[in-house]
């Protein structure tokens, strides 16, 4: 692992766009600075050997070069509404992306905040599925999948969600479940880059 230069030396791991709290994920991307080449391989296997149960280490590559940071600028969302019909959720949807401004507020470290939650939000949809989500049993869930661009003040699930409560009045009434699927650079046609592929294509060329 390589270290900070100073008197107070820090591992060289930088965090791209990390989840919210509150939130579940299935694609968080770090980078880390090492002092000596190491195989992918092994580094993964170390890594994931030392995290808890839960945190998984799926793949580990080579930069090739720019920041990871740079290659990030959306995440994909799926929101778990347990005790919402489908169809409620469907009309505040409709709704939402019809206005062209959701005024929503949070509290951060500056204090109360007004901004826009629908800017920031590329799609956002009520999808169907058969079954309960997230082992809800006996009521209904809607699902919202949606893309969030990353913008500053940046939107998180829970800004959308409030927007829903202003413009519909749509209030859950138990706490939803947001877990991102995927971040990346989301392309003209609405898809989202893997930030990795660039260094994969990088060291398939070598």
Same mark, same amino acid.
């Given at each position: 692992?390589?270290?900070?230069? *100073?008197?107070?030396? #820090?591992?060289?791991?930088?965090?791209?766009?990390?989840?919210?709290? *509150?939130?579940?994920?299935?694609?968080?991307?770090?980078?880390?600075?090492?002092?000596?080449?190491?195989?992918?391989?092994?580094?993964?296997?170390?890594?994931?050997?030392? @995290?808890?149960?839960?945190?998984?280490?799926?793949?580990?590559?080579?930069?090739?070069?720019?920041?990871?940071?740079?290659?990030?600028?959306?995440? #994909?969302?799926?929101?778990?509404?347990?005790?919402?019909?489908?169809? @409620?959720?469907?009309?505040?949807?409709?709704?939402?992306?019809?206005?062209?401004?959701? @005024?929503?507020?949070?509290?951060?470290?500056?204090?109360?905040?007004?901004?826009?939650?629908?800017?920031?939000?590329?799609?956002?949809? !009520?999808?169907?599925?058969?079954?309960?989500?997230?082992?809800? !049993?006996?009521?209904?869930?809607?699902?919202?999948?949606?893309?969030?661009?990353? !913008?500053?003040?940046?939107?998180?699930?829970?800004?959308?969600?409030? *927007?829903?409560?202003?413009?519909?009045?749509?209030?859950?009434? !138990?706490?939803?479940?947001?877990?991102?699927?995927?971040?990346?650079?989301?392309?003209?046609?609405?898809?989202?880059?893997?930030?990795?592929?660039?260094?994969?294509?990088?060291?398939? #060329?070598?």
């Amino acid at each position: 692992m390589a270290f900070s230069q *100073g008197f107070t030396p #820090h591992p060289k791991i930088s965090y791209a766009s990390a989840a919210p709290t *509150g939130t579940a994920s299935e694609a968080e991307y770090l980078e880390v600075g090492l002092q000596d080449e190491v195989d992918p391989t092994t580094l993964r296997l170390a890594l994931d050997a030392a @995290l808890s149960p839960g945190l998984d280490v799926i793949e580990v590559v080579v930069a090739q070069g720019g920041s990871l940071a740079d290659r990030i600028d959306a995440s #994909h969302w799926r929101i778990e509404l347990p005790g919402v019909e489908p169809e @409620l959720a469907r009309q505040a949807v409709e709704k939402f992306w019809a206005s062209s401004e959701v @005024l929503v507020e949070r509290l951060t470290k500056q204090g109360r905040r007004t901004f826009d939650a629908r800017e920031a939000v590329n799609r956002i949809d !009520v999808i169907d599925q058969t079954g309960a989500p997230s082992e809800v !049993v006996g009521v209904p869930c809607a699902i919202l999948d949606l893309v969030i661009r990353q !913008v500053t003040p940046s939107v998180r699930p829970d800004d959308v969600l409030s *927007g829903l409560r202003v413009v519909a009045d749509l209030e859950p009434p !138990v706490p939803s479940r947001a877990t991102r699927l995927a971040q990346g650079t989301l392309t003209a046609q609405g898809a989202i880059v893997d930030p990795l592929e660039a260094d994969r294509d990088g060291a398939n #060329h070598r």
